[in-house]
């Protein structure tokens, strides 16, 4: 069974990798692996932002 898509625990993961990726402490093997899981995180969160979006845009229309 798949886990709910917690938007907001998403996004708080992607405000880590921000602060992982900025910090001039990190190497760049570590930075390409934290642009990797960003891109995987953003893209669901897109995806999650598109339904609730195809949600509302039923209920108005």
């Known amino acids: 069974m798949e886990k709910k898509f917690d938007y907001a625990k998403a996004v708080a993961a992607l405000e ?3 602060a992982k990726v900025e910090d001039p402490a990190t190497g760049i093997d570590d ?3 934290y642009v990797h899981q960003a891109e995987e995180l953003s893209a669901r969160c897109r995806e999650y932002l598109r339904g609730v979006r195809d949600k509302v845009d039923a209920i108005d229309g």
């Open 16 to 18: 880590d990798i921000l």
């Open 31 to 33: 930075i390409d692996k």
